[in-house]
């Protein structure tokens, strides 16, 4: 599955050679991305791998680590936390707070409401605390995640995203981070779209202004340094008509909060206006079925790794053309995930769009002696 989607990925470069790629509004943001999701290919972007003060755009990964030690049993929604001197020093930053104390134990799930729909950095330390066991010790957690994933412009200091010396992201790697959050803990992804939350009497509004405007939009973060400027990550998913799709925009660098939202508005609604999503292959479903030598079953059934989607420009999907290339002769014994082939997608004109490996959807056990030495016979004769 991870070579499937590397292959899939590899189609968002191919998508550039089309001979009318839509051109990209005009957006008044230092750097931005635009990625479907559905296709994981990038459908806009300027300036994404630049090093960049990524503000409190830092706590998508602050969270994802929190997430993931929920899941692995090591904290769960109801525990309590005590809140350290270090973390009711925050106060003094001048950054956003869930404004907690010393003399509180506010649970997990009220810390995660902190972090992420009041931006607090004071429940960011509670809950690296408690995850990690040290500030330090979380900060290197997210270090370590962001190269397993293969960020190369991204580099933790802290857990908030106040400015500091070496701490940087960029547009596609912070994209990346809201990406495995949406995919890998939808249940908590939920909590991007909380509008407002109230602890200790102070209710605090979600900066997300997109949430109050456009109801496709369900998460998910914002920023603000004076060094990084207005941030936003806002994902969106909307019907159509292959399905549901999602898309993820980040607009770093933007003069305003009223900035921030107006040109992620832009960005996603080009996005789905401008582009089209594909469904190639079904998840689970053949593609073909072909013949198989000395099995005891006279045929195997072959089709993708998982369901495909590729992001064509408007107009383009059903001018797509797809070849096969396989084994021949294809012989027993066969696994299933076995890949035996590729399945090449590329324009009318040729132009390369997607190759993901052809597999073995069933196995396909080698048959007994009689039946092996047959195809054998019939092999050598044709």
Same mark, same amino acid.
């Not at 907690?100 to 960011?124: E, F, H």
């Not at 249940?187 to 949430?211: A, G, H, P």
């Not at 890949?339 to 769009?353: E, H, L, Y």
């Given at each position: 599955m991870k070579r499937f989607l590397a292959f899939c990925l590899a189609a968002a470069t191919a998508l550039t050679t089309f001979a009318q790629t839509p051109q990209p509004p005009e957006i008044a943001a230092r750097n931005y991305i635009l990625m479907d999701l559905n296709s994981q290919q990038v459908l806009a972007e300027r300036e994404a791998d630049a090093h960049t003060d990524p503000?409190?755009?830092?706590?998508?990964?602050?969270?994802?680590?929190?997430f993931a030690a929920i899941r692995d049993k090591k904290l769960s929604l109801e525990q309590t936390l005590p809140v350290s001197q270090r973390a009711w020093a925050e106060r003094k930053g001048g950054g956003s707070l869930m404004f907690i104390d010393t003399t509180m134990s506010p649970r997990v799930d009220d810390l995660l409401k902190g972090v992420i729909v009041q931006s607090g950095n004071d429940a960011s330390v509670v809950l690296a605390e408690a995850v990690g066991g040290s500030l330090d010790a979380f900060v290197g957690m997210m270090n370590k995640q962001a190269q397993a994933w293969g960020l190369k412009?991204?580099?933790?200091?802290?857990?908030?995203?106040?400015?500091?010396?070496?701490?940087?992201?960029?547009?596609?790697?912070?994209?990346?981070?809201?990406?495995?959050?949406?995919?890998?803990?939808?249940?908590?992804?939920?909590?991007?779209?909380?509008?407002?939350?109230?602890?200790?009497?102070?209710?605090?509004?979600?900066?997300?202004?997109?949430?109050?405007?456009?109801?496709?939009?369900?998460?998910?973060?914002?920023?603000?340094?004076?060094?990084?400027?207005?941030?936003?990550?806002?994902? #969106? &998913? $909307?019907?159509?008509?292959? =399905? +549901?799709?999602?898309?993820?925009?980040? /607009?770093?660098?933007?003069?305003?909060? %009223? @900035?921030?939202?107006?040109?992620?508005?832009?960005?996603?609604?080009?996005?789905?206006?401008?582009?089209? #999503? &594909? $469904?190639?292959?079904?998840? =689970? +479903?053949?593609?073909?079925?072909?013949? /198989?030598?000395?099995?005891?079953?006279? %045929? @195997?059934?072959?089709?993708?790794?998982?369901?495909?989607?590729?992001?064509?420009?408007?107009?383009?999907?059903?001018?797509?053309?797809t070849q096969i290339e396989r084994t021949d002769p294809l012989l027993a014994p066969l696994t299933q995930g076995q890949q035996v082939g590729q399945i090449k997608v590329s324009t009318a004109g040729g132009t390369p769009v997607a190759t993901v490996p052809l597999v073995v959807m069933q196995p396909v056990e080698l048959a007994g002696i009689i039946g092996r030495t047959w195809d054998a016979l019939r092999l050598w004769i044709k």
């Amino acid at each position: 599955m991870k070579r499937f989607l590397a292959f899939c990925l590899a189609a968002a470069t191919a998508l550039t050679t089309f001979a009318q790629t839509p051109q990209p509004p005009e957006i008044a943001a230092r750097n931005y991305i635009l990625m479907d999701l559905n296709s994981q290919q990038v459908l806009a972007e300027r300036e994404a791998d630049a090093h960049t003060d990524p503000a409190s755009l830092t706590k998508l990964m602050t969270a994802y680590l929190v997430f993931a030690a929920i899941r692995d049993k090591k904290l769960s929604l109801e525990q309590t936390l005590p809140v350290s001197q270090r973390a009711w020093a925050e106060r003094k930053g001048g950054g956003s707070l869930m404004f907690i104390d010393t003399t509180m134990s506010p649970r997990v799930d009220d810390l995660l409401k902190g972090v992420i729909v009041q931006s607090g950095n004071d429940a960011s330390v509670v809950l690296a605390e408690a995850v990690g066991g040290s500030l330090d010790a979380f900060v290197g957690m997210m270090n370590k995640q962001a190269q397993a994933w293969g960020l190369k412009n991204t580099q933790f200091r802290n857990v908030t995203g106040l400015t500091e010396a070496g701490h940087y992201s960029s547009a596609r790697d912070v994209a990346v981070v809201a990406s495995k959050i949406i995919n890998d803990f939808p249940e908590f992804y939920t909590l991007y779209s909380v509008r407002q939350f109230t602890y200790n009497k102070i209710k605090q509004d979600n900066r997300n202004l997109l949430l109050g405007r456009d109801p496709s939009v369900d998460g998910m973060k914002t920023g603000y340094t004076d060094a990084a400027g207005y941030c936003l990550v806002a994902s #969106a &998913v $909307r019907d159509m008509p292959n =399905g +549901k799709r999602r898309l993820v925009s980040v /607009v770093l660098g933007t003069s305003s909060r %009223e @900035a921030r939202a107006a040109e992620s508005q832009k960005l996603l609604n080009w996005g789905f206006q401008a582009w089209d #999503a &594909v $469904r190639l292959f079904e998840a =689970g +479903k053949p593609i073909v079925t072909v013949p /198989v030598w000395k099995g005891k079953l006279p %045929e @195997a059934q072959l089709g993708a790794p998982g369901a495909l989607f590729v992001t064509v420009p408007k107009g383009e999907g059903d001018k797509l053309k797809t070849q096969i290339e396989r084994t021949d002769p294809l012989l027993a014994p066969l696994t299933q995930g076995q890949q035996v082939g590729q399945i090449k997608v590329s324009t009318a004109g040729g132009t390369p769009v997607a190759t993901v490996p052809l597999v073995v959807m069933q196995p396909v056990e080698l048959a007994g002696i009689i039946g092996r030495t047959w195809d054998a016979l019939r092999l050598w004769i044709k």
